[in-house]
């Protein structure tokens, strides 16, 4: 383990340099890990496993998309693709459960069934086990019971593979039968493609993960920029205008500076006009949101989020749900002129150029007005402000 300075706090990392990929695989070359569930996680980790030369298998039901995918990714029935839970920790020693989170708790009794002493049960979240008094899900003492988090999405583990990179993920060992849960986490870890590992708790995964996602990485954001969207419109701006000033600048522009270079840098690499509002209004904010990110926080320790997602995402109808709530957002006029405006991105013209003219010419005229605009007057991001330290 490294020991790393975050912001003054001293905490342990590791990274390639402690477990390198062929120190991996030396202390996985007699484990088989059996892959339950090929969504978005089971994908990209089983994928990138088999890539990295561990014997891995899939267990995956058949008939819905996780068994479609499987087959299309070159995993072969009877082979190494398997229908059943109780094929897979048959011929496994580390289990990945990667169903869903309500799956995890409908299919828990098939699975504690047929565990055996000695294999290691591992997790992408704390939810099934942080939760056990509303899922069930407490494993026998004789199995290591493991956790490895990617902190992001599973097509994201895979591109971060295939690009060379890694993603980060956090890491735990809820219970050690074997003596050796935590070489067996760790080397996982770096085998489905983490760049570096940090360690925390099934606990403090579980409910900062709930927070973030229902927070700033995806619910905030969502109705943040909703918000602002419909006063923009309110006020008489066109949708092109609200969406490019709300998301599409944001997404395109100043998020991935701010993710490279740190939100110092990016404020000071905006114009004078520009860092001033910034400045003063990050504070309004911040004071008005925090008290919801409080409300927030309560709910996931009290279980309430835990218990909601259960309900919901379990229920057989779950995805014709979904769907409809999500058809509320593809059909607001905000995400239509979204559409609209990705359609001209220059790298998406090609859809454009099978038959598309309109959409083509749109795009054409306003290529051509951003490259006036740049050249006049960058707007944003005018120049790299000297880097202080290091980032
Ligand atoms: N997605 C992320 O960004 C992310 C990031 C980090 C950690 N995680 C965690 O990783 C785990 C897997 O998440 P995920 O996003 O990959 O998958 P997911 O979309 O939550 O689940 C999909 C998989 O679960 C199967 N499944 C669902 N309900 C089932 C049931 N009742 N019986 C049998 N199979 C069932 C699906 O099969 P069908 O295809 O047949 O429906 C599919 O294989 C979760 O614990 C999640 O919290 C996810």
């Known amino acids: 383990m490294a020991i790393m300075d975050f912001g003054g706090v001293q905490e342990e990392v590791v990274t390639r340099e402690e477990m390198p990929l062929p120190r991996a695989r030396q202390i996985l070359k007699n484990e088989v890990v059996g892959i339950l569930g090929y969504g978005p996680q089971g994908q990209g980790q089983g994928m990138n496993l088999r890539d990295n030369g561990i014997k891995v298998i899939i267990g995956q039901r058949k008939g819905g998309r996780g068994w479609k995918d499987a087959i299309a990714d070159g995993w072969v029935e009877g082979k190494n693709l398997f229908q059943t839970i109780e094929e897979v920790v048959a011929r496994a020693t580390i289990i990945e459960f990667l169903l869903s989170d309500a799956g995890q708790k409908e299919q828990w009794p098939k699975l504690a069934s047929c565990l055996r002493a000695g294999q290691a049960l591992s997790f992408s979240h704390g939810f099934s086990v942080v939760f056990r008094d509303r899922t069930g899900v407490v494993p026998p003492p004789s199995v290591d019971v493991i956790l490895v988090a990617p902190k992001g999405a599973g097509r994201t583990v895979r591109a971060n593979f295939l690009a060379g990179s890694g993603i980060n993920s956090s890491f735990a060992v809820h219970q050690d039968a074997t003596g050796r849960a935590r070489e067996r986490v760790i080397a996982l870890g770096i085998a489905i493609g983490s760049g570096y590992l940090f360690p925390t708790t099934f606990e403090n995964e579980v409910y900062s993960d ?79 949101t925090k008290p919801v990110m409080e409300e927030l926080y309560r709910s996931v320790r009290t279980g309430a989020e835990a218990q909601r997602t259960l309900d919901t995402c379990g229920a057989p109808d779950y995805r014709e749900r979904l769907e409809g709530e999500l058809d509320v957002w593809r059909t607001m006029e905000m995400w239509k002129a979204g ?53």
């Open 210 to 288: 709930l927070t973030g996602e229902r927070g700033v990485l995806l619910g905030a954001i969502a109705g943040m920029m909703k918000a602002q969207y419909d006063v923009l419109r309110a006020m008489g701006h066109s949708p092109s205008e609200a969406f490019n000033e709300t998301v599409e600048e944001s997404t395109q522009s100043l998020y991935p500076l701010m993710g490279k270079n740190g939100v110092d840098w990016m404020i000071g690499a905006c114009s004078t006009t520009a860092q001033r509002g910034a400045l003063d209004w990050a504070k309004k904010f911040e004071a008005a």
């Open 339 to 391: 559409a609209t405006v990705r359609s001209l991105r220059p790298e998406n013209w090609a859809g454009a150029k099978a038959g598309k003219a309109p959409a083509r010419k749109a795009a054409k005229k306003s290529a051509k007005k951003t490259a006036a605009k740049k050249k006049a007057a960058p707007k944003r991001a005018k120049r790299p402000a000297k880097k202080k330290g290091k980032r």
